[in-house]
């Protein structure tokens, strides 16, 4: 089974709209996080933001803010405020189990998404 | 601060030929990774490096080989390249707190023919 999804192959949206990224994920263990990654066309790969699975509270940053939702196994990205420079590929990965000083991420296979003037 | 250097950049093989990707980071990161991307894949661990002088398997480490030369040189070595291996090749850093991402370079894209 698919440890990370991301349904949505391309999303369109209109500049200074809000748009979500969606991303499922599956484990069985308690001790988990949740990243978002963004790599424009340039290729670089830039992390947006975190989300651990004992965090009480959704990540924010900046514009970004992850919609958590445990019981559902839900990590969706939310992005406020669409500019053009968003126009890129997203992608969401997970780190099963409690850190034990390494980051082995698995990732899913991303959302394109493409932002209209 | 460079943070994660790869090169080279692109690299066109034969399939066959040897070549080794290098990576360094000036982060003091304890833990490297190597990840390839491939169209409609995302990307997929190779092998990983998590402190100076260990190294462990990925998801997709046949047909390479990793060194750990030192806290901040850690390098893939295709010995006998093969054209499944086209991709583009990403080198990762990360320390040790939970929270902390994957700090990447830019990338090797590299072609088997």
């Known amino acids: 089974a698919q440890k990370i999804t991301q349904t949505q192959p391309g999303m369109f949206v209109q500049e200074k709209e809000a748009v979500t990224l969606d991303c499922t994920y599956d484990t069985s263990d308690p001790s988990y996080g949740l990243f978002w990654y963004k790599q424009p066309s340039s290729g670089e790969m830039i992390f947006l933001i975190y989300q651990g699975s004992y965090d009480q509270q959704n990540a924010t940053e900046g514009r970004y803010s992850l919609n958590f939702q445990k019981a559902r196994k839900s990590a969706n990205l939310v992005i406020s405020a669409s500019q053009l420079g968003d126009s890129a590929m997203y992608f969401c990965?997970?780190?099963?189990?409690?850190?034990?000083?390494?980051?082995?991420?698995?990732f899913g296979t991303g959302t394109r998404l493409l932002v209209s003037p | 601060n460079a943070g994660v250097t790869q090169t080279p950049k692109f690299q066109v093989l034969k399939t066959g030929q040897s070549m080794t990707l290098q990576c360094a980071q000036d982060m003091n990161h304890n833990s490297m990774y190597w990840y390839r991307q491939d169209p409609g894949m995302g990307l997929r661990l190779i092998y990983y490096?998590?402190?100076?002088?260990?190294?462990d398997k990925g998801e997709v480490p046949n047909g390479y080989n990793v060194s750990r030369l030192n806290k901040r040189e850690f390098s893939l070595r295709l010995e006998s390249a093969a054209p499944s291996q086209t991709s583009v090749y990403f080198c990762?850093?990360?320390?040790?707190?939970?929270?902390?991402?994957?700090?990447f370079g830019n990338g090797t894209r590299l072609t088997v023919t």
């Open positions: 990965a997970m780190r099963e189990g409690q850190n034990t000083g390494f980051q082995k991420l698995v």
């Open positions: 490096s998590a402190s100076e002088g260990t190294t």
């Open positions: 990762a850093s990360s320390d040790l707190l939970s929270n902390s991402p994957l700090h």
